[in-house]
């Protein structure tokens, strides 16, 4: 070879890896987007062509404006649509590209984010709270007991014991949110102290004050409460790593994984392709204030229960991550052994239940117990879970699969959950 061949491959090297996609980022971007041929990953795809007449059905009753669904098999991408619009009036397409409030389905990068502290030995699950948040030093209960007379009563004790990180993982903290707290003196705690953020800027310091005055609806470890835990666990991430919490996922997360569009934030120029709630969905509102995602999510603390913003691609490539044992692309986050102690039942011998019918929780995620029970077809130890705003999600190690739907639309979650899922399933011959 010349000196001057050489030195043109030098520069086209140097190119490549000084240009603003990486080697892996652009086999993200491009070999992984293309859709195999269904039959190749046990897919029929007749079955699979249903989604699309489904989807615009239930667009045109009004369930959501627009949707995208991707559906992959061993990594490989076996369906990836987008229908209908990005608004209710219908001025602007549904894009592949198109960004949605994640809500709920933040909550497993947060616990992704902290295991692998978790294995860094930063923390441990067993460590109590306080050794970072010293506000939830003298913890009251509301327990409810019979006075003198017979007659119901409520008043406060002090936590048996401390909350641990592990009760922030599962929901075991005795926190729960306002519209579900069990008894109104917490719904009002709440409510007066904004506690959510959905009113005002609550800062993460103000959001650990006020929240630890108020009584816990439990005492901690002793039932399963779906609640703010993951919230106060963001704020304890913060505290630990020094770095707001939007900024620790990124590091950690999403940069790593080639999550372009995921974030706490829509920047001004990307608003177009945030799709939005329809006007006649009345959960829009408070949809809408649970994920400011158009604010600076520096003005208040970052919710990590539910902050986020994402699209279906992203998402996948989050699920294929926890799918394959915590690497995708060569890039490790996590060992094999703990993402599998992650997706094990850690509720199930205490009360509360669990989230879904069949359904217990591990450590950030829904997992299912048996074959049967659930409302919807599946495996035993798959993985299952959606967002306020209308966004699901299905991880099936058994069957090497993952689900992603996406809609602007909370009131009929429940409803588009299990569709997608019967769809998926429904199309699944081998």
């Not at 041929?37 to 079955?47: L, M, S, Y």
């Not at 974030?263 to 006649?280: G, M, W």
Request: net charge neutral.
């Amino acid at each position: 070879m010349s000196t001057n061949s050489r030195a043109c491959g030098i520069l086209v090297v140097v190119a490549l890896l000084s240009a603003s996609w990486s080697i892996p980022e652009a086999r993200a971007a491009g070999v992984d987007r293309v859709v195999a041929a269904p039959a190749t990953q046990g897919f029929a795809a007749d079955r699979l062509d249903r989604i699309a007449s489904v989807m615009e059905l239930e667009i045109d009753k009004g369930t959501f404006p627009g949707a995208v669904t991707l559906i992959a098999r061993n990594g490989k991408l076996v369906h990836f649509e987008a229908y209908g619009f990005l608004d209710g009036s219908k001025t602007t397409r549904m894009d592949k590209e198109a960004f949605f409030r994640a809500l709920s389905m933040t909550k497993p990068f947060v616990a992704v984010a902290t295991m692998m502290l978790v294995e860094q030995g930063r923390l441990q699950l067993s460590d109590p709270v306080t050794d970072w948040l010293p506000e939830f030093k003298d913890m009251k209960v509301i327990v409810e007991k019979r006075d003198a007379a017979g007659a119901l009563v409520r008043e406060t004790e002090p936590a048996a014991r401390p909350i641990l990180v592990h009760d922030l993982l599962r929901h075991t903290s005795g926190l729960t949110y306002t519209g579900t707290a069990p008894y109104p003196e917490i719904r009002e705690a709440y409510r007066k102290a904004d506690i959510s953020s959905r009113e005002t800027d609550v800062s993460p310091d103000e959001f650990i004050q006020r929240l630890a005055v108020i009584p816990l609806a439990y005492q901690p470890g002793t039932r399963w409460e779906y609640g703010l835990s993951t919230d106060v666990l963001g704020v304890l991430l913060e505290r630990l790593s020094g770095k707001p919490l939007h900024t620790l996922l990124n590091e950690m997360i999403f940069v790593p994984l080639q999550m372009k569009n995921t974030s706490f934030h829509v920047k001004p120029e990307q608003l177009s392709r945030l799709a939005e709630i329809l006007d006649t969905d009345p959960m829009k509102t408070l949809a809408r204030k649970e994920a400011r995602v158009e604010d600076d999510p520096m003005r208040r603390y970052r919710k990590a229960g539910g902050g986020s913003v994402t699209t279906a691609y992203d998402y996948f490539r989050f699920a294929q991550m926890v799918l394959n044992g915590g690497e995708l692309d060569g890039v490790r986050l996590l060992s094999r052994k703990t993402l599998e102690y992650m997706l094990s039942d850690h509720i199930s011998a205490l009360a509360g239940g669990g989230p879904l019918p069949g359904y217990g929780v591990g450590l950030g995620f829904n997992v299912r117990r048996d074959a049967g029970v659930a409302d919807s077809p599946g495996s035993t130890g798959d993985v299952s879970g959606g967002g306020l705003a209308g966004t699901s999600y299905i991880i099936d190690p058994k069957e090497r699969i993952v689900g992603v739907f996406m809609a602007a639309a909370p009131t009929p979650v429940k409803h588009t959950q299990e569709l997608f899922k019967n769809l998926l399933y429904g199309a699944l011959v081998k």
